[in-house]
């Protein structure tokens, strides 16, 4: 009867050390993806950055040109938000 307890002994072992080596794999996986998502995220995030700046630039340069194509329309813009701007904030 000894001998039966410690076969299923032994296999309880030979099942405990593959369910081991199986949950370490799965940990790896995990890791894995993991790390291949916050890649991704990471990517994603400086893709959006390059295109808002890249829009950035083209606003402005857009700004620039309204500005020197219209240089008095620009000052007295300039001039009449600055008076809204000074009224708004006086009160």
Same mark, same amino acid.
């Given at each position: 009867?000894?001998?039966?307890?410690?076969?299923?002994?032994?296999?309880?072992?030979?099942?405990?050390?593959?369910?081991?080596?199986e949950l370490a794999s799965i940990g790896e996986t995990v890791?894995?993806?993991?790390?291949?998502?916050s890649d991704e995220g990471r990517q994603r995030v400086r893709?959006?950055?390059?295109?808002?700046?890249?829009? /950035?630039?083209?606003?402005? $340069?857009?700004?620039?040109?309204?500005?020197? &194509? #219209?240089?008095?329309?620009?000052?007295? /813009?300039?001039?009449?938000? $600055?008076?809204?701007?000074?009224?708004?904030? &006086? #009160?």
């Amino acid at each position: 009867m000894a001998s039966a307890t410690e076969k299923e002994l032994q296999e309880l072992k030979a099942e405990f050390a593959t369910l081991k080596d199986e949950l370490a794999s799965i940990g790896e996986t995990v890791g894995r993806i993991a790390h291949s998502a916050s890649d991704e995220g990471r990517q994603r995030v400086r893709s959006a950055a390059n295109r808002s700046r890249e829009q /950035a630039r083209e606003t402005w $340069g857009a700004f620039e040109k309204e500005v020197e &194509d #219209r240089p008095m329309t620009s000052i007295a /813009a300039a001039l009449g938000i $600055g008076f809204m701007l000074g009224k708004l904030l &006086d #009160r």
